[in-house]
């Protein structure tokens, strides 16, 4: 957040969007993690 505001005010657009793409990318991580640590620690199926 620090990095993407301080780009903003420099007007360094490309390290913004970059510093965003690489946060959804760790985020989208973290979500599949997430998914796959659930079949193995939660026994029962999902409905």
């Known amino acids: 957040g620090v990095y ?3 780009s903003k005010k420099l ?3 490309d390290t913004m969007f970059a510093i965003i ?3 959804s990318l760790i985020s989208l991580l973290g979500m ?3 998914d796959i640590s659930e079949k193995y620690v939660i026994k ?3 409905a």
């Open 4 to 6: 993407m505001i301080q």
């Open 11 to 13: 007007f360094q657009y």
């Open 21 to 23: 793409i690489l946060v």
């Open 32 to 34: 599949k993690l997430v």
């Open 44 to 46: 029962w199926k999902r």
